[in-house]
């Protein structure tokens, strides 16, 4: 194993750390509540149980996201490996994908549901947690990747 690699499994693994404690956490102190305020007028922590996708769409379709989470885990890592993937920019885009898939990826198999804890009190917006904020910003990263297409 590349010592590049090994960086991205060590920053996979501390998201999937940082998404379960901040779901517990909420479990434990927000679940139950009428919420509370995070950054107040603009993000408040609120308890959410999503069966589905992102904006709940798609709700009791539990195994097909463990499914799709494994598979979409399997391939990011079988790209990097055999691809020797160079650019910071993508692996650290890849490492947010490998993250966030894995921290929903464990709630569905586990509890049927993923904890959802931040809402957006400036505008009408989904609520979201630690790991959906991992796949954005890894989507974000490797599509500017894709589009420039040289090390950024």
């Known amino acids: 194993m590349r010592k590049r690699h090994l960086i991205c499994l060590l920053g996979a693994a ?10 517990n956490w909420t479990v434990a102190n927000i679940k139950g509540t009428h919420g509370q305020d995070f950054i107040p007028g603009i993000v408040r922590l609120t ?5 589905g996708a992102a904006f709940g769409l798609f709700q009791n379709f539990r195994w097909i996201f463990v499914v799709l989470g494994i598979a979409v885990t399997v391939a990011v890592v079988v790209i990097t490996i055999r691809e020797r993937v160079k650019s910071p920019a993508l692996l650290a885009g890849l490492t947010f994908i490998v993250g966030g898939t894995l ?24 609520i979201f947690n630690v790991a959906d904020l991992a796949l954005t910003i890894g989507g974000v990263l490797t599509c500017l990747y894709i589009i420039v297409k040289k090390p950024i």
Do not use: H, P, T
């Not at 308890?47 to 069966?51: D, F, G, I, L, S």
């Not at 990826?105 to 917006?125: C, K, P, W």
């Open 14 to 23: 501390a998201l999937i750390a940082l998404d379960s404690w901040v779901k």
């Open 47 to 51: 308890y959410a149980e999503n069966q």
């Open 103 to 126: 921290g929903n990826l464990i709630d569905r198999a586990l509890s049927g549901y993923v904890v959802d804890m931040f809402e957006l009190e400036f505008m009408r917006f989904a």
